[in-house]
């Protein structure tokens, strides 16, 4: 493709994306497609012949498009809702012109820099003190697997040259974590070879947030049974709920017993920018590590991940390793090299989106926005509590409304689960919103998670107009569950 | 930024990145900045108002293109070559803006079903069977590292809810590669809590082969030792000199020992495409899984590793886990859902890229590049042949090509290896070309790696001319090492 045709394709590709941005709301926000749809409208073998841009762009049109999930619909509530902010994908677009591969300070001297420049600006935002070393991954599963890969080097002698099998020496091992903490924290402890099993889970409080004391016990039953305490994983900010671990408290108890202490902020730390919400954090700065995803809720676009790390060192000890074909001057003299803090060999350029992002809206853009997204959540909550056809079925700390319809008095269990599955699809089947859902205490619950920027009270009414008719709908209709 | 702003600076920086995919030769291929240089040219602080997107963009030239390595560069001729094709690029853009999260069918049916066709495409122009199911990761690192826990997880009982530790069931464990494979195995291996002692590398043969022999004799010798061998990994042009392990006779050897295979052709995978080079992948289609990375020679912007597995099901049985958040009713009726794949839930819409990019070449074009290629490098390979100054390290059976100047006789290995050195630090410091290194035998080597689109047979003329210009400099100045 010569310098005229990507000048071509890239303007038209410009405004493809100009209208997206400013306009998802054209498509549903679920796709109306079928598993298959995708597959079988497109040919079994590659073409032999190299094929027109224009022609591909037809099929991306015809094919793909009516396949997306749109996240960036502003009517998205689903899991933790995110953004693709305008200067998170120009800089995309200009990370991907420049192929940066960021192993070496060598082979990106740019991208290895505004890494930790960028990531220092973040951890002062949000707050924490110089001493947490930052690194970017691609997801929080990637940080949450290396926090408990150093906690593993840290506290298990020996472990990167001997590993755990066959060493009499080493005996059960346990991580802690809320019940209601991220699934990543059950894949990292099966990775490492710890085993599922040596995966705790300490049980959580009305709030869901991890039990403080249940925990002290826990540790304490584990020492006197044999068992090696390598480290915990506080949230704040759980997957289900938003909900808060105590992550003073738990500080206190890992310095006591000498644990490593992760805190997952994935999707919440962006929160500690603003200066009302920083008390929700208190502690953190006690960790050994934490992660913060800006793909998150710093309306960047997928994939970012924010590692901060006080013991960087372990990692590196964990993990460094220069073959004959990486060495390079700048390293033997104690240049940082991003190889050495992670199992990646290569990196993108991510750190570029990230910088482009904090200074186009800067700090200020950055907490209005979290701030009216909060707003939003805690209204739509008032409009559950003020309905009571509804029930909030856990607190709203941040931006993510968890509810279910009570459409009538005296229903089982089972049948208000039915029921709001039911109401759920049906909303989600208007293609105007999506919502998803979880269970907490066994419920099906429905979630409303606000994160879009572009994400208004209009959308957020109009999804409870969508809940509330539905609801209606089903009850005129008599197509109750019994 | 409205959709005018976001038209204007997308304009200007499609004009920006057509000068630079059509001309990155403007610069030096190595920046000539200082570690530092960029962190003391940016503010210590993220700004507290938002800023004009012409800003970060001058800043953005000002400072960060400077300290750019140019990858695009067609000189570039370190590590592996790599090109961020135009068609790649604009695919970026597209997958940024639409910022699909492909954890779910649910959340993205098209990323989801266009990563399965994209792979089997690719799968059947390098000619392997359908029986391998293909997922893509981030980087071969991340591949690897699943392959060897899957290797485990097939091989360890109840390894998943059991782990490695305190077992007085599961003894010493062991994985195999050559002594030329990629330090990813080492970092997996590490990982996986087998313990960098687990890994035994294999001697090479004179040719940087893996011996076949020498495996058999060590697996029956740590079977004798009651150590439990797990995998092999053998290596299709392996890192430092490109050499082609024994696939056949590792696959042989596997089949007999019951071990998982899992072959690395993340570099010279895709000239499997090419029938005359078929033959050097003989016995990959026995292997248990691949590792092929497209954005290494299939000119598909970093990053995107292509992992095909036999035995996908034991991947999922290692990793599938599903929370009650991300439960859907098309998961539980089979349809596939790729964070069951894998230890990352986050996806990006990397199939975007692939398909974008075997669309716009097509299988011939892609072909044509690539034995364009091998032909620059086996010309270069000649060029060194023909001239009494300079020496083959090793044999050149794709497009990398290791040599070192070799300017007198009687020079001892040290004052071979400070040479060369000089040599490589004076060719790259002119900034028309950059070559890496690497240790064979313990002797500093040169490596010229092609794999850019623009490379042309001038650019590695204009290699060869530096090269003996330099060391012709060296000899006249007297600049010699004794």
């Known amino acids: 493709m010569d310098s005229a045709e990507f000048r071509r394709h890239g303007y038209a590709l410009v405004e493809w994306i100009a209208d997206y941005l400013a306009d998802a709301e054209r498509y549903p926000v679920l796709p109306r497609v079928e598993p298959g749809d995708v597959r079988r409208a497109l040919p079994a073998e590659a073409p032999e012949q190299g ?45 991907a012109a420049l192929n940066q591969q960021a192993m070496l300070w060598r082979t990106s001297p740019a991208a290895t820099e505004l890494e930790e420049v960028s990531l220092g600006w973040l951890r002062s935002l949000m707050g924490l003190p110089d001493a947490f070393e930052g690194v970017i991954y691609d997801t929080a599963s990637i940080s949450t697997l290396h926090a408990l890969a150093a906690a593993r080097e840290a506290a298990v002698p020996g472990v990167r040259e001997l590993g755990l099998a066959g060493r009499p020496d080493v005996g059960a091992l346990r991580v ?9 924290v059950d894949k990292a402890v099966i990775l490492l070879g710890l085993g599922h099993h040596a995966l705790r889970k300490i049980p959580a409080d009305d709030q869901f947030r991890m039990q403080a004391t249940a925990l002290g016990e826990a540790i304490k039953a584990d020492r006197a049974a044999g068992i090696l305490p390598l480290a915990v994983v506080a949230t704040v900010g759980t997957t289900s709920t938003t909900s808060i671990d105590p992550v003073r408290e738990t500080a206190d108890i890992c310095r006591r017993e000498g644990l490593w202490l992760h805190v997952d902020a994935a999707y919440a730390g962006v929160t500690a920018m603003v200066p009302e919400y920083r008390s929700r954090f208190d502690g953190w700065e006690e960790a050994d590590s934490i992660v913060v995803n800006p793909h998150k809720w710093l309306f960047t676009p997928f994939d970012l991940s924010a590692f901060y790390c006080r013991r960087m060192d372990v990692v590196r000890q964990a993990f460094s390793l220069v073959p004959d074909y990486l060495a390079t001057a700048e390293g033997a003299r104690g240049v940082r090299n991003l190889m050495d803090t992670g199992i990646q060999l290569g990196r993108r350029f991510r750190s570029l989106k990230l910088w482009m992002v904090l200074r186009h809206f800067g700090a200020e853009g950055i907490r209005a926005a979290i701030v009216e997204h909060i707003r939003l959540a805690q209204l739509f909550g008032r409009w559950i509590d003020e309905d009571s056809r509804f029930e909030r079925m856990a607190p709203t700390p941040f931006s993510v409304v968890c509810f279910r319809a009570s459409p009538e008095p005296g229903l089982t269990d089972a049948e208000l689960d039915v029921f709001n ?60 569950v019994r």
């Open 51 to 95: 094929e027109l841009f224009e022609t591909i762009i037809a099929d991306f049109d015809r094919v793909l498009v009516p396949a997306l999930t749109h996240w960036n619909h502003p009517g998205f509530f689903g899991y933790f809702a995110i953004t693709a902010s305008a200067p998170g994908v120009l800089a995309e677009f200009l990370a």
């Open 176 to 184: 802690y974590c809320s019940e209601h903490a991220h699934s990543s």
């Open 421 to 480: 599955e039911r109401l759920l699809d049906a909303v989600n089947a208007t293609g105007e919103v999506f919502l998803s859902h979880t269970r907490l205490n066994g419920a099906f619950v429905l979630r409303l998670a606000i994160g879009h920027l572009r994400t208004t009270e209009q959308h957020v009414g109009r999804a409870w107009e969508l809940l509330k008719e539905h609801l209606d709908g089903a009850r005129v209709r008599g197509a109750r």
